[in-house]
Structures are given as structure tokens and as C-alpha cells.
């Protein structure tokens, strides 16, 4: 009898231990899938990231051979930079309107879209209509809005036969409209990832809570603020700290449609780092904007992130009342 225990111990030993290590094999093939990722993440953004952070402490330009170490002498020369300090401005007005702007416009598509309508087929052929702008890239709805924005095009077409203005204006080239006409071609491209992403999330609302609602009287505006956003809220953390990255180094723009002119009242930090670093040739200092740039950037993310995105409002359970 005791042979055979014995012998049973061991082969219940070991499926119990085939049985772990396929588990664990299975825990693995996880990572496996994503490693390819992390790969590319870890040798070309890190190593990106770490030679700019090196360059930083370099003088080199065009007309350098070797670099020569300067430590932080370009990073206290862009304290006393004005022009560093003016692109600062002018990025975070852009970030801060046009991150808004996408949420408002975006959420109030979405929540149209969201509602019942006496046609499905139209709502969803509208749908389909609204995120066209997506698909363009942003050099090509520069280009587009470049040509309504012309002081010949649509825009200013239609302003003289409605009476709005008796010559052409110009859009681009005076110092009171290029930045918000700036904003709102950003937020023509990217309103509809966010209408997208929080129309996913109020469909993911059961309606069960809004009857319920009903049922306890709740009017539209208080089933919004004690139901609908306080559900949608890990959505909007999320796509909202990506468009403070985006829209943060916003490039694109500013470099088809204006150049960070009228003097100087659209360049964004990632166009003075890209005048610094490859018109001017400065790589050193244009590196060491670019640090400055992605501090900042981390920053803003992190600040956002510490206000807004509490642990137990992304994993926790989130809880209504009326």
C-alpha cells in the first residue's frame, strides 16, 4: 500500500507540475506576442530619446566636425531665449483651445449620434459622413483649408455675398486670425476620433440606468451628470491624454499653412525646434529645445492625469446616483 501512495504521489506530482508549467507558458505567450513592440520602443524611441538628451550637452552644427561639450550652456541660454518663451505661449494656447474644442465638438456629435432617430440608415450614413476628416492626414487638410482659407477662395467668397465683408480677409496673414484659424482646421481632423471613441463608450452604458432614471423622475440634464459622464469619464481621461500629446507637438499645421507667421503668432515649439534644429542647423541647441519640449509635455500629461484620473474612477467600480 505504501508503494503504491508513493507511487501515486509522484504521478499526481507531476501533472500538477506539467499543469503549472503550461500555465505559466501561457502567462508568457502574453509577452511574447508584445515583445516585438517593446523591441522597437526600447532601440529606436529610447535610443532617440537618450542621443537627443546627449546632443543637448553639445555644440554641433553644420559646420562642426566634432562635437564639442558645452554641458548645460544651451539649456541657460534658452532661459533668456524670447523667442523659446513666445512659441511656449502660442503652444499652449493652441493646446489648451483645441483640446477643448475637440471634447465639446466631439462629445456633442456623439452624443447626437448616440440618440434615437426616426431614420437608422440616415444616422448612420451621417456617421460615416463626419468621420471623413479623420481620414485625411494633416498635411493634406492643411492643404485643403489652405485653399478656403486663400483670400480668392470659398470662404471669402461667400463672406462678400453675404454682405459680411466688403474686401478679402486674410485668414492666414493677420496676427488676430491665424492662430484660431490654425485651431479650428485641428479641430476639423481630429473631432471625430473623439466623437468616435465617446460614441463606443455611451453605447457601453446600459440602459437599464436611464430607465431606472426615469422611473425616479431624473431630467435629461441630471441623467447626463450622474450617469452618463461620470461612465464615459475613463474614456475621456484616456483620449484626452493622448490629444495634450498630439496636439502638444503639432508640427504639420504650422508648417504648410503659416510657417509661425504673422510674425511669429503661430510658431509652436515643435516648429521653432525644427527651425532651430535643421534651418539653422543648431542641432545642440534644437536638441536641447526638444528636451525642454518633452519635459514640458510630460509634465502637462502627468499634471492632467493627477487631477482628473483618479485610480478607483479608471479600475474601480463607478457608481451613479440620482
Known amino acids: 500500500m505504501g508503494a503504491l501512495k508513493s507511487e501515486r504521489d509522484t504521478v499526481v506530482a507531476k501533472n500538477l507540475g506539467g499543469r503549472t508549467l503550461r500555465a505559466r507558458f501561457k502567462a508568457m505567450s502574453g509577452y511574447l506576442f508584445i515583445a516585438p513592440a517593446i523591441l522597437y520602443l526600447t532601440f529606436v524611441v529610447g535610443y532617440s530619446i537618450i542621443y537627443t538628451i546627449r546632443l543637448s550637452f553639445f555644440e554641433f552644427s553644420y559646420g562642426t566636425r566634432i562635437p564639442s561639450f558645452v554641458g548645460f550652456k544651451h539649456y541657460v541660454k534658452l532661459l533668456s531665449d524670447q523667442d523659446i518663451w513666445s512659441s511656449a505661449r502660442v503652444t499652449l494656447v493652441f493646446t489648451v483651445a483645441a483640446v477643448v474644442l475637440h471634447l465639446l465638438v466631439g462629445g456633442l456629435f456623439a452624443l447626437l449620434l448616440n440618440e434615437r432617430w426616426f431614420s437608422v440608415q440616415l444616422r448612420n450614413g451621417i456617421r460615416g459622413l463626419l468621420i471623413l476628416p479623420w481620414l485625411f492626414s494633416f498635411a493634406a487638410a492643411a492643404l ?179
Open 144 to 322: 485643403v483649408w489652405g485653399l478656403l482659407f486663400h483670400p480668392f477662395g470659398v470662404l471669402n467668397y461667400f463672406a462678400r455675398v453675404l454682405g459680411i465683408t466688403d474686401g478679402a480677409v486674410e485668414f492666414l496673414g493677420r496676427a488676430q486670425l491665424a492662430l484660431p484659424s490654425l485651431i479650428v482646421v485641428n479641430i476639423w481632423k481630429t473631432f471625430p476620433f473623439y466623437m468616435v471613441m465617446i460614441l463606443g463608450g455611451l453605447q457601453s452604458i446600459p440602459t437599464e440606468l436611464y430607465e431606472a432614471a426615469k422611473v425616479d423622475g431624473a431630467s435629461p440634464l441630471q441623467r447626463f451628470w450622474r450617469i452618463t459622464l461620470p461612465l464615459v469619464r475613463p474614456v475621456l481621461v484616456a483620449i484626452t491624454s493622448l490629444d495634450i500629446i498630439t496636439t502638444f507637438g503639432h508640427y504639420d499645421l504650422v508648417k504648410t499653412l503659416t510657417e509661425g507667421g504673422p510674425f511669429g503668432t503661430t510658431r509652436t515649439l515643435a516648429y521653432y525646434i525644427w527651425l532651430t534644429g535643421f534651418q539653422d542647423g543648431n542641432f545642440g541647441y534644437g536638441a536641447a529645445a526638444s528636451v525642454v519640449l518633452l519635459a514640458c509635455l510630460s509634465g502637462a500629461t502627468l499634471l492632467y492625469l493627477r487631477l482628473f484620473a483618479q485610480k478607483e474612477e479608471l479600475y474601480g467600480e463607478t457608481t451613479t446616483g440620482i
